[in-house]
């Protein structure tokens, strides 16, 4: 943890005793109430990065901890219905066939330890210090593991619903950044379709505003520069992979002998297309297609670019599969991401699938797929996330 969050969760940590009060006078249980506060910080560690100490961080622990207490009453009251309706026999149990098999999963997933506490607390509802001398642990230990086992068995509870290859996927990327598009009770919904959907809607929306908003992470600086480390264009291919409004490919145009705009958006397609009839750029040509069913003839391209659309993918390694067929024996791959970052409210704003990824899984991946890395160099954005563009040439 840097300096700037340490004194940040100091100051979160001073309002313990303050916040442990309202909430124990708020639910008149002591237990119920030490996990409740429990909760309450365990999110503001999750949200420290995203914490402003310029503003009252005693308001957000407040309504944090209110919010966890109206929950509390929320499911107490529901918990008190069901049982009514269960001692009627009006309905059958609250768990779906689904759901405890979700819960079986999530709990043979977890370290022994883990689990041991987990079903200590849950089950067998023991109170902190009788688990403490039962796992032989300080409390502040014991408040930990428990901690660690809760937050595992939510991760492998929403795993358990996630398709196959999806959750293969999650073995070498952030669980966490897939976990916030699953939700347990639309099981049958196909996640990533409701994922693209709201994405290309997003996009669709934006069209003509899109500019400004991709200039706070890459601009036409930043493209000028890339130019400046490729070889000359002209008499090549090139194809701008995810094109969206046409900066790349535009600009390409005018340098290369033929450019592909490639974007599954429709709308960004159409308002590409207008901007080439304006500029009479009869090199330039236009697909929609999806990435991962690109139509594009096998060793035909001398340079592709992939400009911030990697974290949009669901399986973003076999991007690097796919551009190794379509380039030539002498191909250039330009990838431009966003590094590893943890603004969780900017990747939802604009529905990206991924929080970025490390520089080191994307040297890895084209290096799996036969490329060679030639250049990597680090920006960082007006929003402060890290972007960083690599040059890779296939071997």
Do not use: C
Request: aromatic share 10%; proline share 4%; net charge positive.
């Amino acid at each position: 943890m840097n300096k700037e969050y340490q004194k940040i969760w100091q100051q979160l940590r001073s309002y313990e005793g303050e916040i442990l009060g309202f909430i124990k006078q708020s639910v008149e249980d002591g237990e119920i109430a030490r996990d409740l506060f429990q909760d309450v910080y365990y999110q503001a560690l999750l949200h420290l990065p995203e914490l402003n100490p310029d503003r009252s961080l005693k308001n957000w622990l407040y309504t944090v901890a209110r919010n966890r207490i109206l929950n509390f009453f929320r499911d107490s009251r529901r918990r008190t219905f069901q049982e009514v309706q269960d001692h009627h026999q009006v309905t059958d149990s609250t768990f779906s066939p689904n759901d405890e098999e979700a819960v079986q999963f999530a709990l043979n997933a977890l370290p022994e330890r883990q689990r041991k506490v987990l079903l200590l607390r849950e089950i067998e509802e023991l109170d902190y210090q009788t688990m403490a001398k039962e796992m032989k642990l300080s409390e502040a230990a014991l408040t930990s593991l428990l901690n660690r086992a809760r937050k595992n068995f939510k991760k492998h509870f929403q795993l358990f619903f996630l398709p196959g290859w999806l959750q293969l996927t999650s073995s070498s990327l952030p669980l966490d950044d897939l976990l916030r598009f699953v939700r347990p009770e639309n099981t049958d919904r196909p996640i990533l379709t409701e994922v693209l959907k709201k994405s290309q809607g997003y996009f669709s929306k934006l069209k003509q505003q899109w500019d400004p908003i991709r200039d706070q992470f890459f601009n036409t600086e930043h493209l000028q520069h890339i130019f400046e480390q490729l070889p000359d264009l002209s008499g090549r291919i090139v194809l701008d992979a995810g094109s969206a409004t046409g900066m790349v490919a535009l600009n390409a145009a005018l340098k290369a002998q033929t450019v592909i705009a490639l974007d599954l958006n429709g709308k960004f397609v159409h308002h590409l297309q207008q901007i080439k009839k304006t500029l009479s750029l009869n090199n330039l040509f236009n697909i929609q297609s999806d990435l991962r069913q690109a139509p594009i003839r096998a060793e035909s391209i001398d340079v592709i670019f992939t400009v911030l659309v990697l974290h949009h993918l669901p399986q973003p390694q076999k991007w690097f599969k796919t551009a190794f067929q379509i380039l030539n024996s002498r191909g250039l791959l330009v990838v431009v991401e966003f590094e590893r970052h943890f603004n969780k409210q900017l990747a939802d704003t604009m529905h990206d699938l991924w929080l970025g990824f490390q520089p080191s899984l994307i040297k890895r991946w084209a290096g799996e797929n036969g490329f060679k890395l030639k250049i990597s160099e680090k920006w960082l954005s007006k929003p402060g996330v890290p972007v960083r563009w690599f040059l890779f040439a296939k071997m």
